[in-house]
C-alpha cells in the first residue's frame, strides 16, 4: 500500500458521522473494474464456503455417523467433534483420526507437481502422541521421504512441520514448538 | 442489509482505489491495494446482501469475533492469500443495519492485528450510538 493509504482505516474522530454506505456499494457494482474483483473474491469464498459444508460432517453423514458417535470412537465430546468439523486449519494428526474414526480408512496426502508425477505419502506415521503403534512401525513410503533432523518432538509436530515447509498443504498448521523463523511464518497465516 | 460507515472509513476506501489504480503490472504497491481493495469491496457485497443478523459462524467469511468487547463484534474474511489477508470488522445493529468499524490486512502482523483494531472498534460504536442519541 502507499504511503498515502494505511494498512488499516483510521480511528474514529468527533467529527466522523455514520453514513450510508450504498452509494460505494453501487459504485462497485457500476464499475466493471471493481465489479470483477469483488466478483472473483465472492466466487473464491462460495468456493470455499461449499467446499467447508461438503468437507468432514458430510464425509461424516455419508457414514450415517452424528457427532457423537465419532466423539465416542476417538474419546472426546461430541462438542469437540463440532469444534474440528468447523476448524478451518487442522493438525494432520486430527485428520487422520477424524477420518480413522469415521471411515476406517487412512489419511493420504498427494503432492502434485506441475512437471512431474504426483507423490503419495502414508501419513500412517502421523500420529498422536499416545499412537505408539505409528510411531514405531513407520511405513515403508515413510522411509522415502527426506530425513528430518533428530528431534524429541512429539511426532505430529516433526511431520507437520516438515510438510508445512513444502508448502504443499493448505489447511495444515505447524508445529507449536518451531524456531522463531517458522513460528513467525506461522502466525502470517490466515485465520 | 443497510451498510454504514465512518466518513474516515470512506476515505480510507478512497484512498485504497486511488492506489489501486496502476497501469504498471510491476508495481507491487498497487497490486496489493488491488488485493485489499478487491476484498474490501466483496465484504461490502456479501453485508448488502445480507437478509439477517448472522447468528453462527459461517468460515470462513463471517465469524464472531471472541477478543473482549463491549459490543458484539463480528468480521468478514476471505480464503488464504500469500499476499493479503484483509479483515473487516462489523456490528450489527438490529436487523436492518450494519456498520463497517475497520477494514485493514494483518498480515504482517496476524492475529495480534485485533487487539488494536477491537479497540478501534468499540470506540467507533461508542461514538456511533452517542450519534444515534442526539439525532
Known sequence: MSKH???TSPAITARDTFVDLTPAIDAINADPELSTGARTVLAEIDAAQVAHALGLQMLRASFGLTQADVAANLGLSQANIAQTEHRQDLLVSTLRRYVKAI????????????NRAPLEFDLGEVASPTDKR????????AAMRPKAAPSSTRPEGRVSQRVASERTVGHVLPPKHTSKASATKRTSRAR | MLVRGADSFSRWLTSLRLDAKSNNPNNTAARVARLRLDRINAFLLVLSRMQAVPTADDPPVIKRIRQSSRYELWRLGHPHHSEVCVRLIVHFHASEAVVALVGGDKLRVSDQWYDTAVKQANAALDHYYRQREVS
Open chain 1, 5 to 7: 493509504t494505511p494498512t
Open chain 1, 103 to 114: 471411515t476406517g480408512g487412512e489419511l493420504r496426502l498427494i503432492i502434485t507437481f506441475p
Open chain 1, 134 to 141: 505409528s510411531v514405531q512401525q513407520p511405513t515403508s513410503r
